[in-house]
């Protein structure tokens, strides 16, 4: 099953970067900042797509509880792997220092 939403806290995360970035702050401290200002963006819109999740496996039919069980797996591998895999990448370009310019 695909995640959408997986992409997006990609977009959010490096918006809020470029935004710190513009700021004329550094490169580790826009990482560190940008990855602090997306978290809970990325947080909300799953967190409400779980909740949509959880209320279809409940008042679902056998078909539909099968979609929402892969949802909710879906969407909690997702935010595990795309904000911390995420953040540990980014930890590790910035450490790197060819992207300082």
């Not at 959880?54 to 679902?60: K, Y």
């Not at 509880?65 to 540990?88: C, D, E, H, Q």
């Amino acid at each position: 099953m695909h995640n959408p939403k997986g992409h997006l806290s990609f977009v959010i995360t490096f918006a809020r970067i470029k935004e710190e970035l513009a700021q004329k702050v550094t490169l580790e401290g826009a990482c560190r900042k940008g990855n602090e200002n997306s978290f809970m963006a990325i947080f909300d819109g799953n967190f409400t797509t779980l909740l949509v999740a959880f209320i279809l496996f409940i008042f679902g039919e056998s078909s539909v509880k099968g979609f929402a069980t892969m949802l909710i797996i879906s969407i909690i591998v997702t935010f595990l792997v795309m904000v911390y895999l995420n953040r540990y990448i980014i930890k590790l370009f910035v450490r790197c220092e060819k992207f300082e310019k």
